[in-house]
């Protein structure tokens, strides 16, 4: 019994004096920051972050400077970088890897940060195919966009050169500072490799690798001011900031009074990104995901056969119960169709696989979705007719005519869900069979899972879906538009096309652009997302 007492009360003082040591890592940084560069560099100059916001150089001055700044010290505002690891574990390793790194999370919590990095890092990466890896290009930009803070970006944009020092795996950094905030070099741990996959360990960098001349050619850095923006709470003992004429940090207490970068400031849109989780993973929402799951698979199967076999008139109400909330403008009301006539054409925007089934559900009858590809299970319970669409003109052309003869047709023409509020360029197939279209505006807001992939499995699609607890699609009959009217002024389909795109984007608020399915796929899968070429390929919803 003594020996057992003893024991509990080692275990009891070792996980204190570590919980002690935690408490008191910041202080820990604070202290080595200074000393670290004090010892690079006695000639630099340590400044508080407000000092840099008065500082009063003209344009021309800053944008001869170069910034070095710490990516996750002064610039993005959550001290934790635990959710991230999340993401690419459960987006690149699946719901096993991200349940292995959610048990460690308290052990990764107890160490100090260079430690929890390097199991966040294992567990994630170790046996993740290098080629494959596409979560740092299509996942995780949103997410670092939501954490930038607003006052760290406004220092970062007024310089003309940016160098980006992280903690983290290059390959999970670089694509978001590339291509979302313009910076010009980013410094991260590189992953080792072992016959194309990720081992889960880091390069050691050295200062040789670590030199300006490499970076920015034959030119001379001492013609230039180099400036260093970090933080207190991490240490700057990197070798780029010993380069720096003058340091400025900033404390986790000012960080916290930052705003959160607005979406109107983004120096490059977001328009498309993958992924199925639609929340933060911290460690508590991750943990809530999870005991979720088990309840979500049933109201899963529970929705679904409802769908399915039950009429709208019953359906719809059962479902709004369950949490699938419908919102809906009245749709417009169109004639009895006369023998010889052609069906109604509804033209919507692409939100999830659902769009052509929840149009139907507003209208309260079934229609024909002609979709321009579908995977089988989906094509086979769908509870209303579905046509796939080859992409050659005449023959779909010759096939919407066809199914337009036999009723209400229902189409997509932007060929891909778009998540985010701007329009894909529209299709302009449809302007040319229907001389009546009514445009349908769609909206859907979800609160834990996507049902939309661009690299996964889209068999999946509705089961995500139909596993959030709650969601809400709004639908918006607008005004019929007589394509005949149209063409009389001498409009071409692609104008008609355009216009259309341009009341369905006016009624929703969102942003009309000429970007197209092919430049969707080959930004997040890295083909073009045509069937038969890898496994995204049959993802093109």
């Not at 204190?16 to 935690?22: D, E, K, M, P």
């Amino acid at each position: 019994m003594a020996e057992k007492e003893f024991s509990f009360k080692t275990l009891l003082l070792f996980i204190s004096r570590i919980f002690h040591r935690r408490l008191l890592k910041n202080t820990h940084f604070q202290q080595r920051s200074n000393r670290d560069c004090n010892s690079n560099a006695l000639n630099i100059k340590i400044q508080k972050y407000p000092s840099l916001i008065l500082k009063s150089e003209s344009e021309s001055e800053f944008s001869s400077q170069t910034l070095i700044f710490d990516v996750e010290g002064a610039l993005l505002k959550p001290s934790s970088l635990f959710h991230y690891f999340m993401l690419v574990a459960f987006e690149a390793g699946g719901l096993i890897r991200a349940l292995v790194l959610l048990l460690l999370y308290p052990i990764i919590w107890l160490v100090n940060e260079d430690i929890g990095i390097n199991i966040m890092v294992f567990v994630c990466f170790f046996g993740i195919k290098k080629d494959n890896f596409r979560v740092g290009r299509s996942v995780l930009p949103k997410f670092f966009l939501e954490d930038v803070g607003f006052e760290g970006f406004e220092v970062l944009m007024r310089y003309g050169r940016k160098v980006g020092v992280s903690e983290l795996p290059r390959v999970m950094i670089e694509a978001f500072l590339r291509d979302y905030l313009e910076v010009d070099f980013v410094v991260g741990k590189e992953l080792k490799v072992f016959h194309g996959y990720y081992v889960g360990l880091m390069e050691v960098a050295t200062k040789a690798s670590l030199n300006f001349q490499a970076m920015f050619g034959e030119e001379k850095m001492n013609s230039k001011e180099v400036v260093g923006f970090g933080s207190f709470h991490k240490s700057l003992e990197h070798h780029y900031f010993s380069q720096c004429k003058e340091i400025y940090l900033v404390n986790e207490t000012e960080k916290k009074k930052w705003k959160n970068l607005p979406r109107e400031k983004y120096p490059k849109p977001l328009v498309f990104h993958d992924g199925r989780l639609a929340f933060k993973p911290t460690s508590i929402s991750t943990l809530v995901m999870f005991f979720w799951i088990p309840f979500g698979i049933f109201l899963f199967t529970f929705r679904f056969l409802i769908g399915i076999s039950l009429p709208y008139s019953i359906n719809i109400p059962i479902l709004a119960f369950s949490g699938m909330r419908l919102k809906q403008s009245k749709p417009i009301p169109t004639p009895k169709k006369i023998e010889n006539q052609k069906g109604v054409l509804y033209v919507s925007n692409h939100r999830t696989l659902m769009d052509p089934i929840y149009v139907s559900g507003g209208l309260r009858k079934k229609l024909t979705a002609m979709i321009y590809s579908l995977s089988k299970v989906c094509e086979i319970v769908a509870p209303i007719k579905t046509v796939r669409l080859t992409r050659d003109r005449e023959t779909d052309a010759e096939m919407m005519e066809k199914m337009l003869k036999q009723g209400d047709v229902a189409v997509c023409p932007e060929g891909t869900t778009c998540r985010e509020p701007y329009l894909l360029r529209f299709s302009p197939l449809f302007a040319e069979v229907s001389d009546e279209i009514i445009p349908v505006a769609i909206h859907v807001e979800v609160g834990m899972f996507y049902g939309t992939t661009a690299s996964g499995y889209k068999v999946l699609d509705p089961v995500f879906f139909f596993m959030n607890p709650h969601l809400t699609y709004s639908i918006n009959f607008l005004e019929k538009i007589s394509t005949s009217e149209i063409f009389m002024s001498k409009k071409s389909r692609t104008e008609v096309a355009n216009y259309v795109q341009g009341v369905i984007g006016r009624a929703l608020g969102f942003e009309c652009t000429n970007l197209t399915r092919k430049d969707k796929y080959l930004m997040l899968a890295g083909n073009e997302g045509f069937v038969g070429k890898s496994k995204s390929s049959n993802n093109s919803s």
